[in-house]
């Protein structure tokens, strides 16, 4: 049993799950979940600007907490078995560091500077610095935004460091560096000093920092300078190099083995974008498109590197060579709001009974039973609704447009009310903008000339929303099969950490002995699937360009 087992450890939005894996049998031993305290408490955020930001220190806190409980799961000096650790992360979710590569958040006199941490991957500040990349670019003798589909958005890096070092030129005096949420746990476990140093996850640095080897690695100083002054520097502390996730960064050092109850020959394997390791934790395949569906989407799918050359797809995040799987050319696309935006509208339904105990001299025990309960009922009762019978329907763009065309200043709207509209119909007209809206995905991804043969689901909605599934089916027209493995993310981890540490010799064996297969199958109807395409070709598609259009 010594060294069979690995770690994944994927830090979400809200916590971190650990995920013990016996790498031979692919047997889950033990897991374990840790939330964000500061960032549950509201700290440092502020939803007026779309300010999202997490302390360091949260994902510190979490990951001691999350592997303890995983380990104690798994049973008496389980960690002295561990052979091998790889992280996921969100991203883009970057943070300054100083010399020695440290976030200035773990500063002192920095400690309470939403500037010095990390920046969340939904953070949408840099919305004006994200226009002026794309307008810069057009007048720029390297297309940089050409394996970004076209357009750079304010949640990825450039625009984001942009932003804060512009404003802050007193943190400016003290950066050393940047880093990646998915790049600083592996630094930090392994002892990196510099940020020049640190092995960069080829995921983050091509989807989100413009990085490719047709260029040479990360984009000229001119052209850097020329998005700001404020970024005079940073690419020198970057390295020349990224690296795929089945590399090492190198082995654990004892002062983490011994917080975390590991053994001190532990790898540490190189980090990644936590849907990417989704995508590989689900078994994605060639031409497989890979859905993780939670709080917003990511989509992603691989191509043989051999077959891609030459290619570019217009309005996706991003097509990067070993960004999923090493010799294959990971695409990836998604959608800023998804579950989020169901949540949204039960906060909203709730209001008024929150409001109403509270003036009432009563307290709501727990307000997310209350939001869970809503979502139920709302749940229930849309299912009784035949589709196109109520006239209602949305436009699912509540936090702005990932893709295709990013677009985060856009907003979301409702259309085709009455007097006699109902909750429930209002609730179903969103479940199929969010649905509507993966739909123009895969078909943007069509018209460019990519080839889907299956589509895989796989996280919180997709194993517990029935209604929702189906709906998607119908809207995409295609059928869906769910992912067994409830922490695909963390699984996906576990199986580059497998790699990494040499317990297998490649990916794709891991995925055949680590996999879990899958647990559900969602056929389209097919009177659903072409009402609900009237709809979207009729009322969405034209509804969006005349929001589009009128916002501008």
């Not at 939904?122 to 720029?140: C, G, Q, R, V, Y």
């Not at 190099?241 to 190198?250: I, M, N, P, R």
């Not at 975390?260 to 989704?278: K, Q, R, S």
């Not at 339904?349 to 139920?376: C, F, K, M």
Request: hydrophobic share 40%; proline share 4%.
């Amino acid at each position: 049993m010594t060294g069979q087992l690995v770690l994944g450890v994927d830090y979400g939005t809200d916590s971190a799950r650990a995920l013990l894996v016996d790498a031979r049998s692919g047997q889950e031993v033990g897991s374990g979940v840790a939330a964000y305290k500061r960032w549950g408490n509201g700290d440092y955020c502020d939803e007026s600007i779309n300010q999202y930001r997490q302390h360091p220190q949260d994902y510190i806190d979490a990951l001691q907490e999350c592997v303890a409980e995983a380990l104690a799961q798994a049973g008496p000096n389980a960690g002295q078995h561990v052979a091998g650790l790889s992280f996921d992360t969100t991203g883009s979710t970057p943070c300054l560091v100083d010399k020695s590569g440290r976030p200035l958040a773990l500063t002192d006199s920095l400690s309470s500077d939403p500037d010095a941490m990390f920046v969340l991957w939904k953070d949408h500040t840099a919305t004006a610095e994200a226009n002026h990349i794309n307008a810069l670019n057009s007048t720029w003798n390297t297309d940089y935004l050409k394996y970004v589909g076209g357009i750079y958005s304010s949640e990825w890096l450039w625009a984001k460091l942009a932003k804060i070092l512009s404003d802050r030129p007193d943190l400016k005096k003290v950066t050393g560096g940047v880093i990646e949420h998915c790049d600083w746990m592996p630094a930090l476990l392994t002892g990196t000093e510099t940020p020049k140093s640190v092995r960069r996850s080829r995921c983050a640095a091509g989807h989100k920092g413009l990085w490719a080897e047709e260029w040479g690695g990360w984009p000229e100083e001119g052209y850097l300078q020329a998005i700001s002054p404020a970024l005079a520097g940073l690419r020198a502390t970057l390295g020349d190099e990224t690296y795929c996730s089945d590399d090492a960064v190198g082995r654990i050092t004892p002062e983490w083995a011994e917080r975390l109850g590991l053994n001190p020959d532990i790898i540490v394997g190189v980090g990644a974008f936590d849907c990417h390791m989704g995508a590989v934790g689900g078994e994605i395949k060639s031409n497989t498109l890979s859905r993780v569906i939670g709080t917003s989407t990511c989509d992603i799918m691989v191509i043989p590197e051999d077959e891609f050359k030459g290619h570019t797809v217009k309005g996706i995040c991003g097509q990067v060579n070993g960004s999923v799987l090493p010799r294959y050319v990971g695409l990836e696309a998604g959608q800023s709001a998804f579950g989020d935006l169901y949540a949204w509208y039960a906060r909203l339904v709730a209001w008024p009974l929150q409001q109403s105990a509270l003036n009432g001299g009563r307290t709501i025990d727990d307000e997310g039973d209350l939001i869970a309960s809503v979502l139920t009922e709302l749940t229930q009762a849309a299912e009784r609704i035949a589709p196109g019978t109520s006239g209602v329907f949305a436009l699912d763009w509540m936090n702005g447009r990932r893709t295709p065309d990013a677009d985060q200043t856009l907003k979301g709207a409702i259309a085709g009310l009455s007097m006699s509209t109902s909750p429930p119909e209002i609730f179903k007209g969103l479940v199929e903008a969010s649905c509507f809206g993966s739909r123009a995905i895969t078909d943007r991804l069509i018209r460019e000339g990519i080839v889907i043969d299956d589509v895989i689901a796989m996280g919180g909605v997709a194993q517990k929303a029935d209604m929702v599934m189906q709906t998607m089916a119908d809207c995409l027209n295609r059928p869906i099969k769910v992912a067994k493995a409830e922490q695909t993310c963390a699984l996906g981890a576990a199986m580059f950490a497998s790699v990494a540490a040499g317990v297998h010799p490649d990916i794709s064996t891991a995925q055949s002995a680590m996999g879990q297969g899958f647990s559900k199958h969602y056929t389209p109807d097919p009177k659903a699937a072409a009402i609900h395409t009237q709809i979207y070709e009729e009322k969405y598609t034209p509804f969006g360009r005349f929001i589009e259009t009128t916002t501008a």
